[in-house]
């Protein structure tokens, strides 16, 4: 059982979401000032730094539970929920891009290079599975059932995210919930999630012609692989979850 873990599992919504609160409150006053503009990046990485004090007995026995992320098994699982959930991410785009009747000039991933390509690949994951999987999750299933915890954190998760892209970070939140109580080790969603938006920031750079959203062949494949790839997650998530709520009976 991981040391880290379970000192993670300690540390309160109480105490989480009133750092948070503070926090945004400072970054509001100071650009409101306009004493300098601060980018709310900077509030993920107090957050981490939070938790790297709050665990700081057992921060630095991670070895094993980072090791572990690297197993056959858990690496498996977790490229095959990246993958599915790539190609399920751009089905949604495609349908919030028609939804809005975007032009094909436009440009959907602007948001996600304005933070940086560290902040979106690096900072995000660390913070985002900490704060969501490694506390939300863990204190709201004392609360209530497995199932709604995982539905409301989630839930919570998506929406900081934009109109196209709501769905698939639900979908992404459930897996990378599934991952974590799978595997009793924050590292493994972390590291998903890792994966996940830097093949999602790569085939941006690489798609230099906008082709994933122009050329009409290639909208039709991913389109479907879109509908193959959510078919499948839900298929797993149904099937990881029956198999969790069957051991901790």
């Known amino acids: 059982m991981s040391s880290f873990n379970e000192k993670l599992k300690k540390i309160t919504l109480k105490e989480l979401l009133s750092l948070i609160v503070v926090l945004f409150l400072i970054q509001y006053l100071i650009n409101s000032l306009n004493i300098v503009q601060i980018d709310s990046v900077w509030i ?7 938790f790297i004090f709050k665990t700081k007995n057992e921060f630095f026995l991670i070895k094993h539970d980072v090791f572990e992320v690297f197993s056959f098994g858990i690496l498996k699982s977790i490229f095959a929920v990246v ?3 790539i190609f399920f991410s751009y089905g949604m785009l495609y349908f919030s891009n028609f939804v809005l009747n975007i032009s094909s000039n436009y440009n959907l991933f602007n948001s996600a290079f304005a933070g940086g ?3 979106t690949v690096i900072i995000s994951p660390i913070s985002e599975e900490l704060i969501f999987r490694g506390v939300f999750l863990n204190r709201l299933k004392l609360a209530v059932p497995l199932t709604f915890a995982i539905l409301i954190s989630s839930l919570l998760f998506a929406a900081l995210h934009s109109f196209g892209s709501i769905f698939s ?3 992404f939140a459930i897996c990378a919930a599934v991952l974590y109580l799978k595997t009793d080790n924050i590292f493994v969603p972390m590291f998903a999630h890792f994966l996940n938006n830097l093949f999602a920031e790569i085939l941006v750079a690489l798609d230099t012609n906008n082709i994933l959203f122009t050329n009409n062949h290639v909208v039709a494949i991913m389109s479907v692989l879109a509908i193959v790839s959510f078919v499948l997650i839900l298929i797993s998530i149904v099937k990881e979850l029956n198999t969790i709520s069957h051991n901790n009976s």
């Open 117 to 119: 390509l560290i902040a």
């Open 169 to 171: 970070a639900f979908i």
């Open 83 to 85: 993958v599915l959930n």
């Open 44 to 50: 993920y990485i107090i957050v981490i730094f939070y």
